[in-house]
């Protein structure tokens, strides 16, 4: 069992670049999300998922899209990077029975946009 | 916005002390999760209260819960060394979303 994994652990882009950060999981879990980490300024919800084909916004989704085609995965676009965008980025999952679960986060993207 | 604010934003005790950080958060909740985040890793769930409880063990964690002051504890008693890490609280209000909130965290270093 390998829960959630996030690739890449580490990338460097430059203003005005494109990527996809990856995220899968094989806990067959329906709730996924993405963060962002800065410093002193906690995590902060980016996009989240109840379920394959079923996306929404959390309080951060500007320059960041994403999909969810299949349960097991749940990408991260940046469209054009920017400097502000430079941070760390966790994945995390749960079963979608009910908002009383634990999530299950992936060991995180660390970006850095030049 | 952040839900939960963790006090203090730092602390540093000696290897067998006991570790208390406070959560405090704004609005109503339907539960109250405690994140530990080492070093360069992703964040593991430690434990999780719901609102209509007041407090919780797991091991060497003790987790209370005020919801009239909106405010919650982590305990970690007989602390060790392998406890240094950042501890975050998260707040959730349920439902089929049940999207978390996470506060600003709290960096423990516990010295051998």
């Known amino acids: 069992n390998a829960g959630v994994t996030q690739t890449p652990k580490f990338q460097v882009l430059k203003t005005g670049q494109s990527m996809t950060l990856q995220c899968a999981q094989d806990?067959?879990?329906?709730?996924m999300s993405w963060y962002r980490q800065d410093p002193g300024m906690g995590l902060r919800l980016i996009h989240y998922s109840v379920g394959a084909g079923i996306t929404d916004q959390g309080e951060v989704p500007n320059g960041y899209n994403v999909s969810r085609s299949t349960t097991e995965d749940f990408p991260l676009r940046l469209l054009s990077a920017a400097p502000s965008q430079t941070s760390v980025y966790f994945c995390?999952?749960?079963?979608?029975?009910?908002?009383?679960?634990?999530?299950?986060f992936g060991d995180g993207t660390r970006l850095s946009i030049l | 916005s952040q839900q939960g604010e963790e006090d203090p934003q730092a602390l540093s005790i000696q290897e067998g002390e006991n570790a208390t950080m406070n959560c405090s958060y704004k609005?109503?909740?339907?539960?109250l999760q405690w994140y530990r985040q080492n070093s360069g890793r992703g964040l593991v769930h430690l434990i999780l209260i719901r609102s209509n409880e007041r407090e919780k063990h797991s091991g060497r964690l003790r987790v209370t819960l005020d919801t009239s002051k909106k405010s919650s504890s982590l305990l970690i008693t007989a602390s060790r060394a392998a406890d240094t890490a950042s501890y975050f609280c998260a707040t959730g209000r349920g439902g089929s979303q049940g999207n978390l909130i996470f506060g600003k965290g709290t960096k423990l270093s516990v010295k051998p």
């Open positions: 609005t109503s909740i339907n539960n």
């Open positions: 995390a999952s749960r079963p979608q029975t009910g908002g009383n679960q634990p999530q299950h």
């Open positions: 806990m067959n879990h329906e709730y």
